[in-house]
Nanobody, 131 residues
Framework: QVQLVESGGGLVQAGGSLRLSCTAS????????MGWFRQPPGKDREFVAA????????YYADSVKGRFTISRENAKNTVYLQMNSLKPEDTAVYYC????????????????????????WGQGTQVTVSS
């Protein structure tokens, strides 16, 4: 059974930092793109960041560019999201996601922000930023 498990969420003051981790089990994603999404309270899920299988290419939502960094450690089947300079509007449940295709879908690089680019999803971890 394939599972993605997020950790590292919590309560932090504005301006603070958190590092989220997402560890996969059940299969290796070392050759697949992965991403982070979030769902703020009362809003739809939105794209945050994505990373190619090699880690050589990354994508970010404009709202987090310059503050968040996505990285991965394939040997540990883990993807990370380093979040700095957090703002109250970053409050959300954060989800990691993984593409099942080796190397990723042919169009992943064109639209890494689409939910349908990913086949596996974690249960989410809550991040709350107080003002």
């Amino acid at each position: 059974q394939v599972q993605l498990v997020e950790s590292g969420g919590g309560l932090v003051q504005a301006g603070g930092s958190l590092r989220l981790s997402c560890t996969a089990s059940g299969r290796s994603f070392s050759t697949s793109p992965m991403g982070w999404f979030r769902q703020p309270p009362g809003k739809d899920r939105e794209f945050v960041a994505a990373i190619s299988w090699s880690g050589g290419t990354t994508y970010y939502a404009d709202s987090v560019k310059g503050r968040f960094t996505i990285s991965r450690e394939n040997a540990k089947n883990t993807v990370y999201l380093q979040m700095n300079s957090l703002k109250p509007e970053d409050t959300a449940v954060y989800y990691c996601a993984a593409d099942s295709a080796t190397g990723g879908r042919s169009w992943w690089g064109l639209h890494p922000e689409l939910s349908r680019a990913y086949d596996y999803w974690g249960q989410g971890t809550q991040v709350t930023v107080s003002s």
